[in-house]
């Protein structure tokens, strides 16, 4: 069964930090990419980043550059998201998803093929 389970979300104050973690099982994770994916209500599920498991490449779009970075721990089958400079419009669940196209159209959620069930993150002023 496949299985990826987010957590490390919760309550920040604008300009903190917090480390989300996926553990994942039941699939290669070398074969796949990792995605994560900000989703607020009323709106579609917005990529923050991806690492391609295979050799460690990143993704990230503008908004999250330079504050949010991505890595993963192979041998553990997770992956983590540092997010620093916390900002209220960082505020929403966290998804994290596997593509079996290593990051390849990493922005687009229908690229991804399993997803996790979410945490939230709220950044309060």
């Known amino acids: 069964e496949v299985q990826l389970v987010e957590s490390g979300g919760g309550l920040v104050q604008v300009g903190g930090s917090l480390r989300l973690s996926c553990a994942t099982s039941?699939?290669?994770?070398?074969?796949?990419?990792i995605g994560w994916f900000r989703q607020v209500p009323g709106k579609g599920r917005e990529a923050v980043s991806c690492?391609?498991?295979?050799?460690?490449?990143?993704y990230y779009p503008h908004s999250s550059q330079g504050r949010f970075t991505i890595s993963s721990d192979n041998a553990k089958s997770t992956v983590y998201l540092l997010m620093y400079s916390l900002k209220p419009e960082d505020t929403g669940v966290y998804y994290c998803?596997?593509?079996?196209?290593?990051?390849?159209?990493?922005?687009?959620?229908?690229?991804?093929?399993?997803w996790g069930q979410g945490t939230q993150v709220t950044v309060s002023s």
């Open positions: 998803a596997a593509t079996r196209n290593h990051c390849v159209a990493w922005w687009n959620e229908y690229e991804y093929d399993y």
């Open positions: 039941g699939f290669i994770f070398d074969s796949y990419g």
């Open positions: 690492i391609s498991s295979s050799d460690g490449r990143t």
